[in-house]
């Protein structure tokens, strides 16, 4: 079950999109503060939403070891 705190993670990140060194630090900061259900929530979404965004894929590629 989906938390405000991942809610508005989504939106965090989403607003961060337009620039893939703000969307990594933002995210960095987002994973040491969600519980690991919430982890796994966000991953789901991000490949999802990364889908089209080969800037953002990349940032993804670097934090898969964090994962």
Do not use: R
């Amino acid at each position: 079950m989906a938390t405000i705190n991942y809610f508005y993670t989504k939106s965090v990140l989403e607003k961060a999109a337009n620039d893939p060194t703000l969307f990594k630090k933002e995210l960095d900061k987002v994973l040491e503060n969600l519980f690991p259900f919430e982890v796994l929530q966000l991953v789901s979404w991000l490949k999802t939403y990364t889908n089209d965004k080969p800037e953002l894929k990349k940032v993804l590629k670097e934090i898969q070891t964090v994962l």
